[in-house]
């Protein structure tokens, strides 16, 4: 059962809802690593943080009906929440993953693979029926991310939810939603059983704090996942929670900005002539299907150039957007995957799954809009990408829909 919200995203983010006996407006810091017991026999609420602290608490009831979750858990890391789930797995069990996942989860999922741990097997997930014809009675975890990033590929989350759990009902669906954030996207109305995402992007908004966020519906896999964290101390800090409350009251606008932003550059950039991916654009192939599962697109897009040279110049010649890995945050960063957060995966492999040497990735924030185009408009000519000094002449809407 979907657990229903009390008033609607934006409202519930900010909302504060202490039991503080001294009513404080923010959720207190019980910046404490042990609690002390009325007596031996009369055991209280919380005794030792890595199992459970006040201050995590309220974040996970607070993230819980955000992400309409019965079951919410902050982590140190998004790859704490893979670390964690992975765990459920046995010996010899078989995965199927994404084949243009995050760079660290490949990492990860590669290295049980290589132990002997799990059996795994990487498709193109935007291929539905490739992937249901590898859905097998003996699948056990299925990873899926949708968009993917830096390709922007999108994934049919409910239909391969649906089939999964048909030929298989005890298959774990897992799903990273960290390109859209609770605010576009609701995974687990899709049909998912396990949720988590990096939450050291738009749920924290700052980068100031690493942390992860897993959400599910199922008790019996919330008490699993539980065991994992309790057992292994992977539990968000008291700190590192208290701030990541503070980022969340403010994810509604920010997303909805770095989208405004997001959309402008990626019609900016294509009606130049690059290649772009962004979910937004008409001319990405799944724009309906992105459509029928999220609320919007986000803000992160890519672009071919066509040359590593003019792609190098161009990360290089920007003043506003610093060259960095990570999205999601209040500042405009520029990229080039294959030399950074894709750099794990090896040039073959890069080649294989066909992801561009020259491909650029924008994750847009809350500045300005004309000055982040005025601050790529001249990175490209500095570039020689572009020889039109008239950024007007370049910049003629095309159709982006508008969503939120
Ligand atoms: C950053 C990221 C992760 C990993 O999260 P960390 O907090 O850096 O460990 C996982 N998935 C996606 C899609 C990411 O962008």
């Known amino acids: 059962m979907a657990p229903k919200r009390s008033y609607s995203l934006e409202t519930e983010l900010v ?20 609690f002390k017991q009325p007596s031996l026999s009369n055991m209280g609420e919380y005794d030792y943080t890595r199992s459970g602290n006040p201050t995590r608490t309220y974040l996970q009831n607070h993230l819980a009906k955000v992400m309409k979750a019965t079951h919410t858990y902050a982590v140190t890391s998004g790859m704490g929440c893979l670390d964690v789930i992975t765990r459920l797995l046995k010996p010899g069990d078989e995965v199927i993953a994404g084949d243009d996942l995050y760079g660290g989860t490949h990492r990860l999922l590669t290295y049980l693979h290589k132990k002997g741990d799990v059996k795994l097997g990487h498709y193109d997930t935007t291929d539905t029926e490739l992937i249901k014809s590898k859905i097998t009675t003996s699948t056990k975890m299925i990873f899926l991310e949708s968009p993917t990033n830096p390709l922007i590929k999108v994934v049919d989350v409910r239909s391969i939810a649906q089939y999964a759990h048909q030929v298989n009902p005890d298959v774990i669906v897992v799903f990273d939603n960290t390109m859209m954030s609770p605010v576009l996207m609701t995974p687990l109305d899709l049909g998912v059983d396990i949720q988590y995402e990096s939450a050291t992007k738009y749920l924290n908004g700052h980068h100031d704090i ?14 699993q996942l539980f065991f994992v964290i309790n057992s292994t101390g992977c539990g968000l800090s008291p ?16 997303v909805e900005r770095q989208q405004q ?10 009606n130049i002539g690059f290649k772009v991916r962004y979910p937004g654009l008409k001319s990405h192939p799944q724009h309906e299907l992105h459509n029928s599962m999220c ?19 161009i990360v290089e010649s920007t ?6 890995v990570s999205f999601g945050c209040v500042n405009s960063l520029i990229s080039m995957p294959c030399k950074m957060s ?11 799954r066909a992801l561009p040497e020259d491909l650029i990735r924008l994750c847009i924030g809350i500045e300005n809009c004309d000055d982040l185009i005025d601050d790529l408009h001249k990175a490209l000519l500095k570039s020689g990408a572009v ?10 809407a095309v159709g982006i829909e508008a969503k939120l």
């Open 261 to 270: 932003n997001c959309s402008k550059i990626a019609e900016f950039l294509q």
């Open 342 to 352: 894709h750099a794990s995966i090896d040039a073959k492999t890069r080649e294989e």
């Open 319 to 324: 003043e506003i957007f610093g060259i960095a």
């Open 239 to 254: 700190f590192d929670s208290w701030l990541l409350c503070r980022g969340l009251r403010t994810l509604a606008i920010r």
């Open 210 to 223: 690493m942390a992860g966020v897993l959400a599910t519906r199922s008790d019996k896999l919330a008490e």
């Open 295 to 313: 609320r919007g697109y986000g803000g992160v897009l890519s672009f071919e150039t066509g040359s590593i040279k003019i792609s190098e110049k």
């Open 15 to 34: 909302l504060s809802k202490s039991t503080d006996q001294y009513n404080a407006s923010v959720p207190p810091l019980y910046q404490s690593a042990t």
């Open 387 to 396: 020889k039109v000094n008239e950024r007007d002449e370049l910049f003629n």
